[in-house]
């Protein structure tokens, strides 16, 4: 998965109630809920963490990986400004390898022939758990500090955030039209599949 459209967007400068916590669908002791966030562009974010144990190392490290942290990229202070830059590669190089190095066992899994269809639905499941989440930590980045004083460039930091989300999320849409196909194919009935590979309907 690429996050270079996330590096150029950031790197240019530019109280709710908790829900219950829900299983991540394909995993062994995942849970999900949802948080209030601050200073952000969207008021909640989707935090998943580690209920019981079970789960591969990678899938764990992917899904349980932080939002970027809150940066400040004001030009008035050079230094400021270059160890917020360092901090961000360090964040971006560390996320990117997670969610990679996860979706790569996932995708195998998924798309090997000899496995059962149930364990190929599965790894599909935990395929688009990544990508979704991915998606999630990367639009509800901090908004730099230098930024939120400003309505407009809010506005344009937060569009350019949706923009570079949007391939993530068509991934995650992709996984789980294949994984909604395999399930019709294989005939596997009712399962926590027709929650975790339901593609939402197009925005008119």
């Not at 200073?39 to 764990?60: E, M, Q």
Request: proline letters at 9%; charged letters at 20%; a positive charge.
């Amino acid at each position: 998965m690429r996050l270079i459209a996330l590096s150029i967007v950031v790197t240019a400068g530019f109280a709710t109630a908790a829900a219950e916590p829900t299983p991540v669908p394909g995993t062994v002791g995942l849970v999900a809920e949802t948080r209030p966030l601050p200073h952000a562009c969207t008021p909640s974010t989707r935090v998943i963490k580690v209920a019981r144990a079970g789960d591969p190392a990678p899938l764990v490290a992917a899904l349980t990986a932080k939002t970027m942290p809150g940066l400040d990229y004001d030009a008035a202070d050079p230094a400021r400004l270059e160890a917020h830059r360092r901090q961000f590669d360090r964040w971006f190089k560390r996320t990117n390898a997670r969610f990679t190095q996860a979706a790569a066992v996932e995708t195998a899994g998924a798309t090997d022939a000899s496995a059962p269809p149930a364990a190929r639905v599965a790894a599909l499941m935990r395929l688009v758990a990544l990508r979704s989440q991915l998606a999630t930590v990367l639009q509800t980045a901090t908004i730099p500090t230098n930024v939120r004083p400003y309505p407009e460039a809010v506005r344009a930091y937060c569009d350019g955030l949706v923009e570079a989300v949007a391939p993530v999320t068509a991934s995650a849409d992709e996984a789980r039209r294949t994984c909604a196909a395999l399930v019709a194919q294989a005939n596997l009935g009712a399962g926590p599949w027709d929650t975790a590979c339901a593609v939402a309907p197009a925005r008119p």
